[in-house]
């Protein structure tokens, strides 16, 4: 397909997408209520809208939205290729996916018919406005859990990571015998040293950054002050596109709600407070099995965090909203996974009475609540902070928990991890493997969570910074090995994966930035 009919595809998604939203309606109504305005003259009408629209902050906003749709949508690719090749262009990675999902599904289901508990149920009057008094201190509720276990864990996900295969791949042509010390054992592209150097240029040790104490070039206070200034001018000015850039090199502290949010395009209008009440009523209304899951995930994850169990409250609201919200099912046009359903009325294999579930379809599973906790540092407003949480999942945190082929899913990070280690620090890694200590087995759980509850908040926010600047979770498995590589000399003297886990138990007090600079621009290639 050449580039100019690839173009005019992308273009054509991108106006059906927009065509009929709320955007689109407001818009609209602007551009007829201008009419009557004494600036606006026959003669030139189109000229005259269409500048009008640009001053009044309106074509700016179009800008941000289709910036959005660019950075969700599909990959063009043949008008008349199958929906489930544009999802995942791999076969056997769709078949591995779909096997994990019908393997999650038969644990949710299974644990439904032993409790005796329902998917899904109307909660009694009496129920409904109990949870509606209790709305804001849900955490002080403490249903009995005990019976109730996590659908799967990060470690069970990595099992089924470490059995991919590509059955047209014959590994006895790998050049190097390297390619075997690893768990993952498919071939994917993944980008080395040099190659990531250039893409993360802006990240170069002689580049000012937010996140390192002393810069040798520029004094700290002079780099940070002018750097804040230019993070108020993009606020002010509501792009996009100039956030994104703005953030690869971080966000001040005073200014990161506001460019996340922008970045992410995420407005909290009144319809989307509106549909955030929506949602709250769901909740109230109805009960689902999988609201057990989120309640023992938030006990066992962030309420056990000395960061995060202060905002126990707001996590139930706001994971509890999202297992009901059906906007997210529109990821899914670009997720390798399709939405499990379930039946009603006991009518199993009867399409017509299949239905998504949970609504969303999503389905926790342990530390799901760690991508929504940070945030609560930042956004103190529920609906704000679902709707942010919300486009958060869809543009990244879903990779994190399906299996891909994409560069920023989850097998590409383990496979890149594993490349880097292999490759740049080869003694360390045939060290923990031949001690049974594989350091994928110890990594996994830090890049499945996007190191969400093992870095201090502020280093943690410096990451994500640089995920959502760059729009790729790569960052994430470099920095795991950059942590691998700061503690290489403590690692070399262990004799089991239990001491291993030791050394690298406590991440609180690592410096993120220094540490992916050095891993990417001072290792000797």
């Known amino acids: 397909m050449d580039e100019g009919t690839e173009l005019s595809l992308t273009t054509a998604r991108v106006i059906q997408r927009l065509?009929?939203?709320?955007?689109?309606?407001?818009?609209?109504?602007?551009?007829k209520d201008c009419l009557h305005r004494p600036e606006i003259k026959l003669?030139?009408?189109?000229?005259?809208?269409?500048?009008?629209?640009?001053?009044?902050?309106w074509e700016r906003k179009l800008q941000n939205a289709v910036y959005r749709e660019l950075h969700i949508q599909l990959p063009p690719s043949r008008p008349a290729a199958p929906s489930e090749h544009l999802k995942e262009p791999l076969a056997y990675m769709r078949k591995a996916q779909a096997s994990w999902e019908k393997r999650v599904l038969k644990s949710l289901n299974s644990m439904s018919t032993e409790l005796g508990v329902p998917l899904a149920r109307m909660r009694p009057a009496a129920e409904q406005k109990e949870i509606t008094n209790k709305w804001n201190e849900m955490g002080t509720d403490e249903p009995d859990l005990t019976s109730f276990r996590p659908v799967y864990a990060p470690k069970d996900f990595l099992e089924a990571l470490i059995s991919l295969r590509n059955p047209n791949h014959d590994s006895s042509e790998d050049v190097s015998a390297r390619s075997h010390w690893g768990l993952i054992q498919i071939p994917l592209n993944v980008r080395d040293i040099p190659q990531l150097r250039r893409v993360y240029?802006?990240?170069?040790?002689?580049?000012?950054?937010?996140?390192?104490?002393?810069?040798?070039?520029?004094?700290?206070?002079?780099?940070?002050?002018?750097?804040?200034?230019?993070?108020?001018?993009?606020?002010?000015?509501?792009?996009?596109?100039a956030a994104q850039q703005y953030s690869r090199q971080g966000c001040p502290t005073g200014l990161r709600a506001d460019l996340w949010a922008l970045i992410l395009n995420s407005t909290n209008q009144p319809q989307d407070v509106m549909?955030?009440?929506?949602?709250?009523?769901?909740?109230?209304?109805h009960d689902l099995l999988v609201d057990n899951l989120i309640y023992k995930d938030v006990k066992l994850t962030a309420s056990n965090d000395d960061y995060y169990f202060v905002f126990e409250d707001f996590l139930y609201q706001v994971l509890l909203c999202f297992s009901r919200d059906t906007a997210v099912l529109e990821h899914f046009k670009y997720n390798s996974a399709t939405p499990p359903k379930s039946y009603i009325q006991g009518k199993v294999g009867d399409e017509k009475c299949a239905v998504v579930y949970p609504p969303n379809g999503v389905i926790p599973f342990h530390g799901f609540s760690m991508y929504v906790a940070p945030l609560c540092f930042l956004y103190?407003?529920?609906?704000?902070?679902?709707s942010v949480f919300r486009e958060m999942y869809v543009r990244n945190f879903f990779r994190l928990h399906s299996i891909s082929s994409s560069q920023s899913g989850i097998v590409s990070l383990c496979l890149q991890f594993e490349r880097l280690l292999q490759t740049h620090l080869p003694q360390l890694f045939y060290h923990l493997r031949e001690i049974e200590a594989q350091p994928l087995r110890i990594a996994f759980k830090w890049m499945v969570r996007a190191f969400s509850g093992y870095l201090s908040t502020d280093q943690l926010f410096l990451l994500w910074d640089r995920v959502l600047g760059y729009d790729s979770l790569e960052v994430v498995a470099v920095l795991a090995a950059a942590v691998f590589a700061f503690r290489a000399e403590n690692l070399m003297e262990v004799t089991s994966l239990a001491s291993a886990e030791a050394v690298l138990a406590d991440l609180s007090t690592l410096k993120v930035i220094p540490l992916i600079q050095i891993f990417l621009f001072a290792t000797a290639i």
């Open 201 to 241: 240029s802006e990240m170069n040790l002689s580049s000012g950054q937010l996140g390192i104490d002393d810069h040798s070039h520029v004094h700290p206070d002079l780099f940070e002050n002018e750097y804040f200034q230019i993070g108020k001018r993009v606020i002010v000015e509501q792009d996009s596109a």
């Open 275 to 285: 549909h955030y009440e929506q949602l709250k009523a769901g909740v109230i209304q």
């Open 19 to 31: 065509r009929g939203t709320h955007l689109h309606s407001q818009i609209e109504r602007q551009a």
């Open 43 to 57: 003669e030139s009408l189109k000229e005259d809208v269409r500048s009008f629209l640009k001053t009044s902050g």
């Open 380 to 386: 103190n407003e529920p609906s704000r902070l679902y």
